[in-house]
Structure formats: structure tokens, C-alpha cells
């Protein structure tokens, strides 16, 4: 049974250059509709009530309007109970303190700020509608509310950036006294504006080599700040790793709620509808199934598990997807490991430091058994 | 039939130069195919020989034709027009009595006319010159009549003047083919001697034997005798091309057609062999019989998607129509199970490709192709070897020897520096230059096959905006200065990429190779260090530096099943790739050492 929820709000007022996510501007839909229908998804699922976690994200969910989103975010926890790890995702240009007082009223107690970058010029280049004052601003006064858990997510390898003013964007992150941050390299998804500036050359792309002394930078830096990576992208202070988003890397199930969301429950992998009008028609908003078969199981647990710094228990993988890592990948786990990319360690197969900067071409070698 | 009144001949000519359309246009004017049936090139029946223009496997047809009150029998014999075919042409035109030798008023004498030509006057076929597309506006039937005179000595004035495509002097040449062309020679021997000039293979039926009757009469029931291999069979049924199979009672003296007698494999069945009876053998075989020899080998690996038992089945497929290439299981380290193909030459070997992939619907990796090389060794013995990894030690070798060929090249005269050029970077040795026409120049090479046995052709086209053409014949083994260059990826030695080459080539061959390598593989998570030896030493070197970053940023619960997809695709990539040690080794960069290009 579930234990976690994803509510996927699919409005944002401006469209960034980056953004792949599902998204569309709230003044050409009827919103409330919307969550109304989202609503109505949730009572027809399953899960395990109370959740362990539930997680809004977006779109930038305060988009609809903080009144209507308090009073949805009231009827989902209704539903769910009362979630361990509540997370709601904000866009600092779009939060006052009103709201945000709200949101702690109504026991979210983890609030995640897309702040990409405390550099002017890279907010701008990456379409952000704040300030890095506003930022600041946006994370003290969550604190002064009494949030004890804040995330904020970075973007390095930005056009025009380079090691020094990465490392700038880290110490103000940190001195910013976050529980949480994550840190993606820039990426260039397929059907983004940015994507297709970079098509036609436009800008000049970050190196593959700077790309990587970025993101080692961001290793290093925040463990010295006492930041523990424990995913590829995420850093936490102790005991602040993000539990809804362990699901994902743990392959546990978790619900999809709203169009475009993605849902695994009971061995079905979800895809709802991404288009807001009929998935408010929709009789059943449950979208598309895909059945996982063992084997497709087993990889995926190891694709998402290896992404955790911890890696995989053997013995914990066994019992949860019924094969032998060591049958299932014996080429690929001996060929990575004396290429010293993967390593074994009480019980434990998980990536080396070298190998972090290029995990997808060890992870391909799980994608399918040998 | 009287056999005064049988005319056996066959059609020579270079490619495009209309023999298939003189050889439809021969079938309508006999009235042996309707207009309505009448389809351009009939008698090519594979896709590939249409769309190249050539005639791959012999076909035969029988016409009947009267003139002056006269019934005729004439038995078209086609015959594959590439000296790769050398053996089989020469074969269907000893089942002839006459050749019509047809050239292109618009292109002239061609390098694989005259071979053809020469080759039907050493059968001792009556030949008639024929100048095609006169009607063309482009025709200068005046300018290839002289080089016809000139270079296979035939009166310009005897050439027939004709448009196949049109019908122009069709009714002329039919005339002349009963009047100038001799009957089948009577031969008194009572024995039966029928010659197998071709052969194919039917689903249903078998081996389809192509035969021309030489003594005595062949009879469905019969126990027959193939001479060369010792096999008897009985015939079960037989008959005449007219263009489909047509069952007659017999096939007596000096007659063409087909015989059917449950032969399983075309492999039972040699070009060349005498059909003779068990009961009452003849004495002798026909002459001429000899076992088709291959010169060109190249290795043929599964490529994606196909597994060693498709590739396995598929070339027993195409063997069953063509008995003259050869296929053993070959195990290389790089690049797993599959099979050294031997070939008669070079277009033999392209044809066999092409069919591989496109009838069987499989892919394939092919290996740069070698010929075979002779080595004297240190014990005074002779041995041959048709790949570099089969090569001795350097200290067992006591000569090296290749295969050298006399190449003729006929060009129009303004091609002759740019093709000097290209001969003397191949090691070739031009013998002679002769003017056939005022404008067009005949070039004779002494040259190593290796050096012409891939993209010599296609280079020498591009030079000569497509109008040379060449042929070469085999003269035989020579001592050269040969060595074979290694290659090594990430310190390992890769038998699939070891080439041999002449010493003076090595190292540029070596480094080019490299720079296409360099190219062909992808980064790995290291850096690759890739180097050309000879004999260990290295001769070249490059690398390929290591990838830095690959990694995806962000994988949440929504990006699972599409990253999964990329991933799959990786591994699937990966896996279709060759590991040496721990490269990674697409298929693509075994077929770099194809590509000389720069």
C-alpha cells in the first residue's frame, strides 16, 4: 500500500526557459475545477492512511491563489491524515507571509524554495520573476514563522557562470542556514526554449570539464558545511533527507494525484492524462497502467537505488524484488567494479566518488539485466 | 530438331549497354514472349542484377524462328558480364557456337567488352559486332565502329547497326544469327554428354540444371552420371526456357534446356560438369571443367539484431543458389562467432552482401576484405592464407607473396594523369598505353589485387566522372614487401582490425586507420589509448579522451519510466557493441579499415 502522496499542481504564471515539467498559465483555466477533480482522484485511491508523506509541487502550487490552495491542501489532509513529512514547493515570487503562516497553520512542515540561483543575472537568463533579496527574504520569514525544515534547490552550469560565482551561489545558500538543498546541473530538456536557443547557438554552453568541477565543488563545499549528500543531487543536514522523494529512490509505491502525474502503486507504474480539461472530464482520473514485471522491477530498483549515496542493501533487495543483484547484473557489477565505479561495502553495492560525475553510464548497465 | 537448324549463342557486352533490352527485343520479334507479357529485362529475374544493370546467374531461352520456309531453333544463353565470373562465362560460351558482341554507340568499347570479347574468341564463337543506340542523339556509331576494328580487329563495316529499345535492325541481326552463325558441331559419339553451363535452385523442385546436349539425347527416366563429382541421379523431368520452364519429351544433340533429377544441394552440382548415362558412360568429360576458385575473403559477423544461427541459416539459403562462394565458421576474439566468406572477386562478394541483408532481412558487420596471400616458410613450405590473423610469425616467413593481376583500364584520354596517379599510390605498374579511337585510351597495369580489391573501383570512376572502366584477370603470386599492422585499443591487440599492407603504405595506412577509429569510437569513463604496431613496434598512436560528465540531474517519481527508456537504450547500445577488455567497440569502427578515404 501507498504510503506516500504526490498532488501535482500544473499552473505557473510564467513559463521558465528551462522548465519540462507540465505546466500551464492559471488565468486560462478554471482552477478550482481543477482541484476539485483532484480531489475527487484522491478519494478513489488507495493508500495507507495515514500517509507517511505527502508532497505539492508544480507548477508553482501557490498559482491558484493562496485562500483556494489552503482550502484544497485542508481537504487533501482530510483524506490523507496527518502526513510526517508534509511538503509544499514555493516560488518566492509568488508567497507573501500571510500565506505562508497559512501553510504552517495547516501543518505543512516542509517548504521547498525553487530558488535556482542567488546570482541577478542568472535569474534573469533563466526567466526567474525574483530578486535574490526576495529570496532571502522568502527564507527568513518562513523561519520567523517556525518552518524547521526548508529545502531550496540550485541550478549550476548555468550559461555564463563559472567555478567562482558557483561558489558564491553555494555560501549564500549555506549562509542562508537551509536544511536542505539540491543542486542540478542545468539541463537541456527537449521542448524548452532553452533547448532550442542552444540549438541554435546562441549561448555558450558550460563545458563538460567546468560542468564537473562545479558539481565537485558542491560536494565538497556543503560537506564542509555540514551538508551530507545522500542522493546525486541532494544534500541535507543530518536527518533532513527528503523522505518523500526516498520513496521514488527506494522504489516503494507512492500516488499521483493530478494531470501528468505519475503514480506506482501495487506493482502498476501511472501516468495520468497531461491535459487539464479532460482530466477534469475524466470519469476515472486514473490514467495509463503499466504493469512492472519482476525483472523491469528488479532493474529499477537498482537504477533508483544506486542513486543514493548509501546505495543498496543486498540483502533488503533481495527480499524486496526477489532476485540476486549478483545474478541478475554479474558482468556489469564486475566490470564496474574494477573500473573502481561501483564499490561493495558491508553489504552494500553503491557508487564510488569517481563515479558520481557519470552515473547514467553506470546505471545504463542496470537498465536491463546482462 | 535438325541440328543444322539449332543456333546456340550468347550476348556479350558491357554493362548498360543493352544486352537485356537486345535480349527482350530478340524473345518479342521471335514471338516468344506477347507484347502484353513483354516486360522490360526479362530475363534478369533478381532485383539486384536490375537495378545494376547486370546479370548476375545465366539464364537460357529457347526461340523458334522461320525464315525462308525454314524453321530455327535459337537458344539464347545469357551470361553474367563481370569478369568475377570469369569461370561461368566462359562455361555458357561453350554451350555456343556464336556470340552477338553488342557495344553502346554512345559509350564505346568498354574494359569488360573486350575481356568478354577476347574470352568468346578463345571459345571459338563466331562473333557479330553490333553497335547499339544508334538512334540515340548522342550515337557515334562511325567512332565505335574504328574501335571496334581497332582493338578486337572485326571489320567496322561487318557491325550491325541497331536500336535494340526501338527495333531498328533487329530483323537484320536475326538474319544474320541463322545465316553467319554455324550449327551445333554433329559430334558421332553415341555416348551422351550434356554440360551443366548453370544451375539454380527451385523451392519445390530442386536443383534446375541448365544444360546443353553435345552428343546423344537426353530422356526423362534416365539414370544419369555427373562426371566430375561421380553422383548419379534420375531424371524426372526436363525441358526448354521458353522463357518459363516448358516440359519436352526429349533434349537431343546440340539442343539447350533444363534438367531436373532430385538434386537436393547446389552444392552437388559444379558448373562445367558432362551429364553422361549410367548404363553406357562416355569415355571422356567434356573439356573445360575446373573448380571455381575464390579470391576475395572477408569475414561476415551478426550485426544488430541478428544472432550467429539467422546469419548461419540465411547464408545456407543463398548457397543453395549460388554454389561458388564458400562460408566456415570463424571465431574472432573482438568480435564473437561468425563466418570467413570467400568470394570469386569483388562484385561477387558486394552481390552476396547485399542479398544477405536484403533477402533475409538480417544485418550484418563486415571485415575489410583481403585476398589470399602465398608464404614460403622458414621449412621451405608453401602455405596460403586469406586473412592477417592467419599470417605466421615474422620469423617463419621466408617470403611473403601476393596476388597480382594485369588490370586493363579503358578511359577517355583526358582521365590518363589522374588514373597514373591513382596506379602508382595502389603499386600498380602500367605495361602499356594504347589509343583505341582518337579520344579514348586502353591503360594495362600490372597491379597487386589487394590494392584494387575495395574503393579502387569507385575512385576510378570518380576521377574519371564515371568513364573508365576496368577488368583484371589473375597472373598469378609475386614476393612483396608485406607486413601486417596491429592495432591496439587500450593496450589490446585486435585480430578483427590487423590489416596487411606493404611496408611502404604502413604507416600511413596505420595512422589513418587510427584517426577513423579515433572517430568511430565513443568516450568511455577513461581515457583510451589506441596505437598501430608492426611487429610490436608501434608505429602510431592516438587517443580518445574520457567523458567527464553523464549524469542525470533530476529523477524523481514522474521521470522514472522515461529515464528507464533512455537508460534501456543505453544498455541496448552498449550491448550491441564489441568489448575489447573494457572498451566498448561499436561495429562501425570495424568497418573504418574499409574506408580508405581521407
Avoid at chain 1, 502522496?5 to 504564471?13: L, T
Amino acid at each position: 500500500m501507498a504510503k506516500s502522496v504526490y498532488v501535482h499542481i500544473p499552473f505557473c504564471k510564467s513559463k521558465c526557459l528551462y522548465c519540462g515539467f507540465f505546466s500551464k498559465p492559471p488565468a486560462q483555466f478554471d482552477t478550482q475545477k481543477l482541484l476539485n477533480a483532484e480531489i475527487e482522484e484522491l478519494k478513489n485511491s488507495s493508500f495507507a492512511k495515514p500517509v507517511k508523506t505527502l508532497y505539492i509541487g508544480g507548477g508553482s502550487p501557490a498559482s491558484v491563489g493562496s485562500v483556494a490552495l489552503c482550502g484544497f491542501l485542508s481537504e487533501i489532509t482530510k483524506l490523507t491524515g496527518q502526513p510526517e513529512e508534509f511538503t509544499v514547493e514555493i516560488n518566492p515570487a509568488d508567497v507573501n507571509e500571510l500565506f505562508l503562516r497559512k501553510l504552517f497553520e495547516i501543518s505543512v512542515n516542509r517548504i521547498s524554495i525553487g530558488v535556482q540561483s542567488f546570482n541577478e543575472d542568472e535569474l534573469v537568463f533563466l526567466g526567474r520573476r525574483y530578486t535574490p533579496a526576495q529570496v532571502e527574504q522568502t527564507i527568513k520569514t518562513c523561519k520567523k514563522i517556525g518552518f524547521q525544515n526548508i529545502s531550496i534547490d540550485l541550478i549550476f552550469a548555468v550559461p555564463g557562470s563559472n567555478l567562482n560565482t558557483w561558489h558564491q551561489d553555494l555560501l549564500r545558500a549555506v549562509r542562508n542556514d537551509v536544511q536542505h538543498i539540491s543542486a542540478y546541473s542545468l539541463t537541456y530538456e527537449t521542448n524548452t526554449p532553452l533547448e532550442k536557443i542552444k540549438s541554435l547557438g546562441k549561448i555558450k554552453i558550460v563545458n563538460e570539464e567546468l560542468d564537473r568541477l562545479m558539481y565537485e565543488r558542491a560536494i565538497w563545499l556543503l560537506g564542509q558545511e555540514g551538508f551530507q549528500q545522500y542522493e546525486i543531487s541532494n544534500f541535507a543536514k543530518p536527518g533532513f533527507e527528503c523522505r518523500h522523494n526516498l520513496t521514488y529512490w527506494q522504489n516503494d509505491f507512492y500516488i499521483g494525484i493530478g494531470p501528468a502525474a505519475c503514480g506506482y502503486i501495487e506493482g502498476l507504474r501511472t501516468e495520468n492524462i497531461n491535459d487539464i480539461e479532460k482530466y477534469i472530464e475524466q470519469e476515472d482520473k486514473a490514467g495509463e497502467k503499466t504493469e512492472i514485471m519482476p525483472v523491469e522491477k528488479a532493474c529499477q530498483t537498482a537504477v533508483l537505488g544506486l542513486r543514493l549515496i548509501r546505495g543498496i542493501d543486498i540483502t533488503e533487495y533481495k527480499q524486496k524484488t526477489g532476485f540476486d543483484i549478483f545474478e541478475l547484473f554479474k558482468n556489469s557489477i564486475d566490470k564496474n567494479l574494477k573500473l573502481n565505479l561501483l564499490q561493495l561495502n558491508e553489504n552494500r553495492l553503491s557508487l564510488t566518488q569517481q563515479a558520481l560525475p557519470m552515473a547514467d553510464s553506470v546505471l545504463s548497465d542496470f537498465a536491463e539485466p546482462d | 530438331m535438325n541440328i543444322e537448324n539449332i543456333r546456340n549463342f550468347c550476348i556479350i557486352a558491357h554493362i548498360d549497354h543493352g544486352k537485356s533490352t537486345l535480349a527482350d527485343r530478340l524473345l518479342l520479334m521471335t514471338g516468344t514472349v506477347s507484347q502484353r507479357e513483354f516486360k522490360e529485362q526479362m530475363l534478369d529475374s533478381m532485383d539486384i542484377e536490375r537495378e545494376r544493370g547486370i546479370t548476375v546467374k545465366a539464364s537460357a531461352v529457347t526461340m523458334n524462328y522461320s525464315r525462308d520456309g525454314k524453321d530455327y531453333m535459337l537458344n539464347l544463353i545469357d551470361t553474367p558480364g563481370h569478369v568475377d565470373f570469369h569461370y561461368e562465362v566462359s562455361r555458357s560460351m561453350t554451350a555456343c557456337e556464336g556470340a552477338i558482341l553488342v557495344v553502346d554507340a554512345t559509350q564505346g568499347v568498354e574494359a569488360q567488352t573486350l575481356a568478354n570479347a577476347y574470352l568468346a574468341v578463345d571459345c571459338g564463337l563466331e562473333i557479330i559486332p553490333v553497335i547499339n543506340k544508334i538512334d540515340l542523339p548522342a550515337a557515334q556509331a562511325d567512332v565505335v565502329g574504328e574501335e571496334i576494328e581497332h582493338t578486337l580487329g572485326i571489320n567496322k563495316n561487318e557491325c550491325f547497326h541497331i536500336s535494340a529499345k526501338s527495333g531498328i535492325g533487329i530483323d537484320e541481326l536475326l538474319d544474320a544469327i541463322v545465316t553467319l552463325m554455324p550449327g551445333p558441331k554433329p559430334d558421332n559419339d553415341p555416348h551422351l554428354k550434356a554440360l551443366i553451363f548453370d544451375s539454380h535452385f527451385d523451392d519445390y523442385r530442386g536443383v534446375i540444371c541448365y544444360v546443353r546436349v553435345f552428343s546423344g539425347t537426353l530422356l526423362p527416366g534416365q539414370k544419369i552420371k555427373m562426371m566430375g563429382s561421380a553422383r548419379t541421379y534420375l531424371i524426372s523431368d526436363l525441358g526448354k526456357f521458353t522463357p518459363s520452364m516448358k516440359r519436352t519429351d526429349s533434349l537431343g544433340p546440340g539442343e539447350v534446356g533444363y534438367v531436373i533429377a532430385s538434386i537436393r544441394n547446389l552444392s552437388d552440382v559444379t558448373i562445367g560438369d558432362t551429364i553422361t548415362l549410367v548404363s553406357d558412360p562416355a569415355e571422356k568429360p567434356l573439356p573445360g571443367y575446373k573448380k571455381p576458385q575464390q579470391m576475395v575473403f572477408s569475414d561476415f559477423y551478426p550485426g544488430n539484431n541478428t544472432e550467429y544461427t539467422q546469419l548461419r541459416s540465411a547464408f545456407e539459403k543463398l548457397s543453395l543458389n549460388d554454389a561458388s562462394f564458400s562460408f566456415f565458421p570463424q571465431n574472432s576474439p573482438a568480435l564473437g562467432f561468425g563466418f570467413r566468406c570467400g568470394f570469386l572477386g569483388m562484385l561477387h562478394m558486394e552481390i552476396i552482401q547485399e542479398r544477405l541483408e536484403r533477402e533475409n532481412d538480417i544485418e550484418v558487420v563486415q571485415t575489410a576484405p583481403t585476398v589470399t596471400y602465398e608464404i614460403l616458410t622458414t621449412d621451405n613450405e608453401v602455405i596460403r592464407v586469406d586473412s592477417p590473423s592467419q599470417l605466421p610469425e615474422p620469423t617463419k616467413i621466408e617470403e611473403l607473396r601476393e596476388p597480382i593481376v594485369k588490370l586493363e583500364i579503358i578511359t577517355p584520354k583526358d582521365g590518363i594523369g589522374a588514373i597514373m596517379q591513382l596506379a602508382e599510390q595502389r603499386r600498380c605498374v602500367l605495361l602499356k598505353t594504347d589509343y583505341i579511337s582518337v579520344t579514348r585510351v586502353m591503360m594495362v597495369f600490372r597491379a597487386p589485387l589487394a590494392e584494387i580489391v575495395y574503393d579502387f573501383y569507385d575512385q576510378l570512376k570518380g576521377i574519371s566522372k564515371g568513364y573508365a572502366t576496368m577488368d583484371y584477370e589473375l597472373l598469378g603470386f609475386e614476393a612483396a614487401d608485406l607486413v601486417r599492422i596491429e592495432i591496439l585499443i587500450n593496450k589490446d591487440a585486435v585480430d578483427a582490425l590487423s590489416l596487411i599492407v606493404h611496408r611502404s603504405n604502413a604507416e600511413s595506412r596505420g595512422r589513418k586507420l587510427l584517426l577513423k577509429l579515433r572517430k568511430a569510437i565513443p568516450r568511455h569513463q577513461f581515457e583510451i589509448p589506441l596505437q598501430a604496431a608492426i611487429g610490436g613496434k608501434i608505429i602510431a598512436r592516438e587517443s580518445i579522451k574520457a567523458f567527464r560528465k553523464d549524469v542525470t540531474a533530476k529523477l524523481y517519481g514522474g521521470d522514472v519510466t522515461r529515464k528507464m527508456k533512455v537508460l534501456k537504450k543505453q544498455k541496448e547500445g552498449k550491448k550491441r557493441m564489441k568489448n575489447i577488455g573494457s572498451v566498448q567497440i561499436p561495429q562501425k569502427a570495424f568497418m573504418s579499415i574499409l574506408d580508405t578515404s581521407e
